[in-house]
């Protein structure tokens, strides 16, 4: 429920009450009893979160916020780099050509 802000501009008591949205607004003054208290325009307060919440940051471990500062370029660092085995090229053997019905003799 959010609290209003009245001020009486009889005897200039100005105070808080916590009402519901679908209450009428106070109409006299509880110091005073006069009418004529008037709602004042606040700012309001915003959004108030009580307890821990959720945040995306609560269950982070180390290692991935240090990965988040790296990518944003903050301590930058070499990537690592694993070095790569060289494989051997496949070779093929010359095979002598061979044509249909041809024999081949030692």
């Known amino acids: 429920m959010p609290t209003y802000e009245y001020e009486c501009p009889k005897c200039h008591h100005a ?3 916590v009402q519901s949205m679908r209450d009428e607004p106070l ?8 009418s004529g208290v008037k709602r004042l325009v606040g700012g309001g307060a915003g ?5 821990s919440g959720f945040y995306i940051t609560d269950y982070r471990n180390k290692d ?4 988040e500062k790296r990518k944003a370029g903050g301590d930058a660092k070499p990537a690592e780099t694993k070095p ?3 494989k051997p090229a496949a ?3 010359a095979t002598p050509a061979s ?3 041809a024999v081949a003799t030692k």
């Open 27 to 34: 109409k006299k003054c509880p110091k005073c009893k006069k």
């Open 91 to 93: 070779t093929t053997a």
């Open 64 to 67: 991935s916020a240090a990965k």
């Open 84 to 86: 790569v085995e060289a």
């Open 99 to 101: 044509s249909k019905g």
């Open 15 to 17: 105070f808080e009450l």
């Open 47 to 51: 959004l108030i979160f009580k307890g």
